[in-house]
C-alpha cells in the first residue's frame, strides 16, 4: 500500500509540474526547427519522470521493514521495470501534446530513447558504483586481496570507481540537461577558431535550452577517449556581445587546455591521502604527548585526549581542503590568463562579461532589501565565501589579470600557500635562522640525554642501595613524585619494588603520592599493603585516583585486590562511563565481576 501510495504522490507531482510548464513545454517544441532538438526536449522530460517516481519508490522502499532486503541490484532491477512501464505511461503523454502542438512526435521519440538506452544504464550505475566504492573501502575484501599494502587497493579501488562514476554523470548531464547541438554559423565561426587554436577541432560545445546564465566543461580526457563537453547556456546569447562571448569561450578551453579537471581529481586525491597522513600523524602525537604527560593516569584524561584529537584533525581537515579550493581558484586565473595572453581574447570584454554573469537578475520590489541584507554578510559568512569557494572575487581576478598583462607575467603565474609555505622554510635554511634553532635543538637534546642518564643512575642507585640508606637521603625523598625517565613511572615505583614496609612507609611520610603508591601495589598483587594503605587514606584519594587503583586491579588480573575495592563503599558512587571501562578489562580476562557486596 506505501508504494502505491508514494507512486501516486510522484505521479501527481509530475501532473501538477506539468500544469504550470506545459505553456513553455509546448511553445518549445513549436519552435523548436529540428527534429533532434524536440526529441531532446522530450528525452530530457521523460527522464526527469522516471528519476522521480524510482526516487519516490525508493523512498517507499527505505521506511518499510526490510528495507535492507533487496539491496542495490534489486533496486536496479526495479528501476528497470519503472523505466519500461513509464515508457507506456509517458506514449499518453505524448498523444496529448501532439493534439496541442500539432506535430507528429511519438516515433521520432521511441527510435531516440531505444537508440539512448545507456543513458538509462548510467543511471543505474550511479548508485551501484557509489555502493560499490564504499564497499570496496570499508569491507574485509581489500585487506584480504591485498594484505599490508590494503591502502594501495583502497587507492585503485577509489580511483576506478571514481572515473566510472565521472564517465556515468557525464553521459546523464548530456541527456538530463536539455542541450542540443550549435548551429548558428556566426557562433560555430567563434567556437570553431578558438578550438583549432587549441588544436582539439573535434571538442563538442552545445546550448543548455534552459535560462542558464553559465558556461561550463565537464568530462574527462584519457588516452584516446574522451567525453569531454562544454555546455554554454541560452541566456549567454542574450545577454553578451559576440566579443564577450569569445572571451567567454576562451576561458572555457582555457580550462580544458590546461587539463584543469584533470589536476583537480589528482588534488583530490592528494588532499584525501594528504588528511589520511594527518590524522594518523596528529593522533600519534596526542596519544604519545598523554603517555609523557599523564603518565598512568592518561586513562582518567581520555575525553580531555579525544577533543584535543578531534580539534587537531578537524582543524587539518578544514586546511586541506582550504588548499583545495585555493587550488581550484588558481585554475580560475590562469584560465582567465590563458585566454586573453595565449589566445588573444580581449581583456575588456572578459572583465565585462565576467561582471554580466555575475550580477543578479532583475528583482521584484519586495525582494531588492532582502538581497541587500543578504549581501552583508558576516564574519563566518566571509571567511567561507574567501576560503572555501570554487571562484575568487570578480575584482581579484581583474586586478590580477592587469597585473600578468603589465608586468609581462607568465599565464600560469601564482602564488600559492603551499610555496608561501615553503618560501618560509627555505628563509629558516638561512644561517641566521638555521644556526640558532640548531643550536637550540642540540641544547634541548643534551638537557633530555642529561636527564635521562641521570635518572638511569637515580634507578639503579635506589635499586642497589639497602632500604636504610635510602631512607636518610633527602634528595631521594624530594623526588619521589618525579619520573626519572621522562616517560613511564615515578621513583616511588622503584621503592614499591623493593618491597621494604619501613622504606614505603617513610616515603608516604616525606610526600609520596598516595595513590599511585596504592597503583604500584596492586601492580604488585600485594594485598596486606594494599589493604592496610586503602584504608588509610581512602578519603585523600579523589574518584579518578580511585579509578586508576581499580582498573590497575582489574588490567593485572589482581583478584583479591579487585574485590577488595568493588566491594567498597566507594565503589556505589563511581561513575557510570569508569564502570564501563573496568567492565571491559573484566571480560578480556574472562572473569566474573564481584560486584554483589560480600
Request: one cysteine or more; hydrophobic letters at 45%.
Amino acid at each position: 500500500m506505501i508504494y502505491v501510495l508514494f507512486l501516486m504522490l510522484a505521479l501527481v507531482y509530475n501532473w501538477r509540474k506539468f500544469g504550470k510548464d506545459r505553456n513553455t513545454l509546448i511553445q518549445s517544441l513549436k519552435e523548436s526547427t529540428h527534429v533532434s532538438h524536440r526529441e531532446m526536449i522530450l528525452a530530457h522530460n521523460f527522464h526527469v519522470f522516471i528519476l522521480e517516481v524510482f526516487m519516490a519508490i525508493v523512498v517507499a522502499h527505505l521506511v518499510t521493514e526490510r528495507s535492507m532486503a533487496v539491496g542495490i541490484l534489486g533496486l536496479g532491477f526495479l528501476y528497470v521495470i519503472i523505466l519500461f512501464c513509464g515508457f507506456f505511461i509517458y506514449r499518453s503523454f505524448i498523444r496529448y501534446l501532439e493534439r496541442s502542438a500539432s506535430l507528429y512526435l511519438w516515433d521520432s521519440f521511441k527510435s531516440h530513447i531505444i537508440k539512448e538506452l545507456r543513458v538509462s544504464f548510467a543511471l543505474i550505475m550511479l548508485p551501484i558504483l557509489i555502493y560499490s566504492v564504499i564497499s570496496w573501502t570499508f569491507q574485509d575484501g581489500v585487506y584480504e586481496e591485498w594484505g599490508s599494502l590494503w591502502f594501495i587497493g583502497i587507492f585503485f579501488n577509489i580511483i576506478f570507481v571514481s572515473v566510472l562514476t565521472i564517465l556515468c554523470t557525464v553521459i546523464i548531464m548530456l541527456r538530463l540537461i536539455p542541450n542540443r547541438e550549435i548551429t548558428e554559423p556566426e557562433y560555430l565561426e567563434i567556437i570553431n577558431k578558438r578550438l583549432e587554436q587549441i588544436n582539439m577541432p573535434n571538442f563538442r560545445v552545445r546550448w543548455i535550452e534552459t535560462d542558464v546564465k553559465n558556461a561550463f566543461v565537464v568530462g574527462l580526457k584519457l588516452l584516446r577517449f574522451s567525453n569531454q563537453t562544454m555546455f554554454v547556456g541560452r541566456k549567454l546569447r542574450n545577454m553578451l556581445t559576440m566579443e564577450e562571448f569569445d572571451a567567454v569561450i576562451c576561458h572555457e578551453l582555457a580550462h580544458v587546455a590546461n587539463r584543469h579537471i584533470h589536476k583537480r581529481v589528482i588534488d583530490l586525491l592528494k588532499n584525501f591521502i594528504s588528511i589520511i597522513m594527518g590524522v594518523v600523524f596528529f593522533m600519534t602525537l596526542v596519544i604519545g604527548t598523554s603517555l609523557i604527560y599523564w603518565g598512568e593516569d592518561v586513562s582518567v584524561h581520555t575525553a580531555t585526549t579525544s577533543l584535543i584529537s578531534f580539534v587537531l584533525c578537524f582543524g587539518w581537515f578544514v586546511f586541506n581542503y582550504s588548499l583545495l579550493f585555493e587550488t581550484i581558484r588558481s585554475h580560475e586565473y590562469e584560465a582567465d590568463a590563458f585566454a586573453v595572453i595565449k589566445m588573444g581574447a580581449s581583456y575588456k570584454a572578459l572583465v565585462s562579461s565576467l561582471e554580466k554573469l555575475s550580477s543578479p537578475e532583475e528583482l521584484p520590489e519586495y525582494l531588492v532589501s532582502r538581497t541587500r541584507k543578504a549581501q552583508k554578510k558576516g564574519f563566518i559568512a566571509r571567511f567561507i565565501s574567501r576560503y572555501f569557494s570554487t571562484h575568487p572575487e570578480l575584482e581579484e581576478r581583474a586586478k590580477f589579470l592587469r597585473e600578468k598583462i603589465e608586468l609581462d607575467l607568465p599565464f600560469n603565474y601564482y602564488i600559492s600557500s603551499a610555496q608561501r609555505v615553503r618560501a618560509y622554510l627555505s628563509y629558516l635554511i638561512n644561517w641566521k635562522v638555521s644556526v640558532p634553532l640548531c643550536l637550540t635543538f642540540v641544547c634541548l637534546f643534551g638537557w633530555m640525554t642529561f636527564n635521562y642518564r641521570q635518572g638511569s643512575e637515580m634507578v639503579a642507585y635506589v635499586q642497589r642501595t639497602p632500604a636504610q640508606i635510602l631512607m636518610r637521603d633527602e634528595n631521594l625523598m624530594e623526588n619521589l613524585n618525579s619520573r626519572p625517565l621522562l616517560v613511564g613511572q615515578t621513583m616511588m615505583f622503584y621503592i614499591v619494588n623493593k618491597k621494604d614496609e619501613a622504606l614505603i612507609e617513610t616515603s608516604l611520610k616525606n610526600g609520596a603520592s598516595k595513590s599511585r603508591t596504592l597503583i604500584y601495589l596492586a601492580q604488585q598483587k600485594n594485598f596486606p599493603l594494599l589493604e592496610r594503605y586503602y584504608q588509610s587514606y581512602q578519603n585523600e584519594i579523589s574518584e579518578d585516583e580511585y579509578f586508576l587503583i581499580l582498573r590497575k586491579t582489574a588490567q593485572v588480573n589482581f583478584t583479591e585486590g579487585y574485590r577488595y575495592l568493588v566491594n567498597a563503599e566507594r565503589f556505589e558512587s563511581l561513575r557510570s562511563a569508569y564502570k564501563e571501562d573496568i567492565a571491559k578489562f573484566q571480560e578480556t580476562s574472562k572473569r566474573a565481576p564481584a560486584s554483589v557486596k560480600e
